[in-house]
């Protein structure tokens, strides 16, 4: 099995910063792509930013030039820069990852989710 664990989350005035961490740890033989997603109160769950293992990145529109996702692959962990925080921001935030375990096993994992919450 694959657990992610998340940190990093918590309450910000507009314009700030926070940074999200996310580290995967069990019987993990390769993590393909790993990434951030965020569900707002009375929404879906919805991308934020995803990144391979070849470091290619994808952002939702929403976040693009404020948010940089990024990875250290020998530590099998993501992390999640956010700039220019709105409070639209505010949301649980979610670690995934795409990941093959030690018995070949390929699958989607999550984390437990972060709190994020950007103040006006």
């Known amino acids: 099995q694959v657990q992610l664990v998340e940190s990093g989350g918590g309450l910000v005035q507009a314009g700030g910063s926070l940074r999200l961490s996310c580290a995967a740890s069990g019987s993990i033989f390769r993590i393909n792509v790993m990434g951030w997603y965020r569900q707002a109160p009375g929404k879906e769950r919805e991308l934020v930013a995803t990144?391979?293992?070849?470091?290619?990145?994808n952002y939702a529109d929403s976040v693009k030039g404020r948010f940089t996702i990024s990875r250290d692959s020998a530590a099998k962990t993501v992390y999640l820069q956010m700039n220019s925080l709105k409070p639209e921001d505010t949301a649980v935030y979610y670690c995934?990852?795409?990941?093959?375990?030690?018995?070949?096993?390929?699958?989607?994992?999550w984390g437990q989710g972060t709190q994020v919450t950007v103040s006006s």
């Open positions: 990144i391979t293992a070849v470091g290619t990145t």
């Open positions: 995934n990852a795409e990941a093959v375990t030690t018995g070949y096993y390929r699958s989607d994992y």
